[in-house]
């Protein structure tokens, strides 16, 4: 049974930084695409960054344009944790953010409807 479990989310200044992790258990990180999504309030889900294996552990990262060079995804496979490194926090960073898996994919998973799971979600706000 596949659950995940989001924590770190918190109210922050623009500039600051903040670390998400995602507690994953019943995930195979050599078959599931992690990723991470977000979304503020009227507005649709949308994906931030996600992982997809390779080969002996390494994983390929992708990132949604508008958090290139700022966020940085990380999975570890022993812990079965995933995370998600925030820097340079802007306000149009601010919403709920949700860990998702995907069983087995062949390229970005940055789409919500590709989801399998969902975690509950962890609020992030990021104020002016």
């Known amino acids: 049974q596949v659950q995940l479990v989001e924590s770190g989310g918190g109210s922050v200044q623009a500039g600051g930084s903040l670390r998400l992790s995602c507690a994953a258990s019943g995930i195979n990180y050599s078959r599931y695409c992690m990723a991470w999504f977000r979304q503020a309030p009227g507005k649709e889900r949308e994906g931030v960054a996600s992982?997809?294996?390779?080969?002996?552990?390494?994983?390929?990262?992708y990132y949604g344009d508008s958090v290139k060079g700022r966020f940085t995804i990380s999975q570890d496979s022993v812990k079965r944790t995933l995370s998600l490194q925030m820097n340079s926090l802007k306000p149009e960073d601010t919403g709920m953010y949700y860990c998702?898996?995907?069983?087995?994919?062949?390229?970005?998973?940055?789409?919500?409807?590709?989801?399998?799971?969902w975690g509950q979600g962890t609020q992030v706000t990021v104020s002016s």
């Open positions: 992982t997809r294996p390779s080969i002996a552990g390494v994983y390929f990262a």
């Open positions: 998702a898996a995907r069983l087995g994919c062949s390229a970005d998973f940055l789409s919500p409807d590709h989801a399998n799971y």
